[in-house]
T-cell receptor, first 114, second 113 residues
Framework: AQSVTQLGSHVSVSEGALVLLRCNYSSSVPPYLFWYVQYPNQGLQLLLKYTSAATLVKGINGFEAEFKKSETSFHLTKPSAHMSDAAEYFCAVSAASNDYKLSFGAGTTVTVRA | DTAVSQTPKYLVTQMGNDKSIKCEQNLGHDTMYWYKQDSKKFLKIMFSYNNKELIINETVPNRFSPKSPDKAHLNLHINSLELGDSAVYFC????????????FGPGTRLTVT
């Protein structure tokens, strides 16, 4: 079975500061890892994905994440926060052996201070 | 062009009623999913269909019954609604063999009073 743990349910950053959202995974098989963003009252939008190719993955809106197998981590970063980054962020894991069923973390709420 | 659409967006109903939520995707995908997001924003998969065949059926009360009339549609029917069914329900789709990423609809906020 696969699972993810997001460290920190709420992150507050100043506009222009680094955004760092932490995600650790557990998987008995090579995982596929994802970050999704949910803006208020909207659906989930895929930010980026790791599917066993490059360990540093670049996504939309200036976000990137690095897969570290030794640390079982897939942290999300953005060098400079923008007010529009305020949203809920979800880390998720799946595996081909599990019919690609996504298991989500509990989510991290990001607020951006002016 | 909306890739994954759901109707209705909001649904308010009373306990004991039966209601349906519809989902359609125009991405040409062959796999569709239903997820439930509770009040704490936790997301959990409920069902998945691949080419109209049920492949994932999590521990969900049998009052919930999915139905896939074709690859582009997945509906969710809920009988005898309870207060605890209040949540946001998301539909998603993906293409088997085309990558594991899933594309989500805008959600249906169900409120049971």
């Amino acid at each position: 079975a696969q699972s993810v743990t997001q460290l920190g349910s709420h992150v507050s950053v100043s506009e222009g500061a680094l955004v760092l959202l932490r995600c650790n995974y557990s998987s008995s098989v090579p995982p596929y890892l994802f970050w999704y963003v949910q803006y208020p009252n909207q659906g989930l939008q895929l930010l980026l994905k790791y599917t066993s190719a490059a360990t540093l993955v670049k996504g939309i809106n200036g976000f990137e994440a690095e897969f570290k197998k030794s640390e079982t981590s897939f942290h999300l970063t953005k060098p400079s926060a923008h007010m529009s980054d305020a949203a809920e962020y979800f880390c998720a894991v799946s595996a081909a052996s599990n019919d690609y069923k996504l298991s989500f973390g509990a989510g991290t709420t990001v607020t951006v201070r002016a | 062009d909306t890739a994954v659409s759901q109707t209705p967006k909001y649904l308010v109903t009373q306990m004991g009623n039966d209601k349906s939520i519809k989902c359609e995707q125009n991405l040409g995908h062959d796999t569709m999913y239903w997820y439930k997001q509770d009040s704490k924003k936790f997301l959990k998969i409920m069902f998945s269909y691949n080419n109209k065949e049920l492949i994932i059926n999590e521990t969900v009360p049998n009052r919930f019954s999915p139905k896939s009339p074709d690859k582009a549609h997945l509906n969710l029917h809920i009988n005898s609604l309870e207060l605890g069914d209040s949540a946001v329900y998301f539909c998603a789709s993906s293409q088997s063999g085309g990558g594991p990423e899933q594309y989500f609809g805008p959600g249906t906020r169900l409120t049971v009073t």
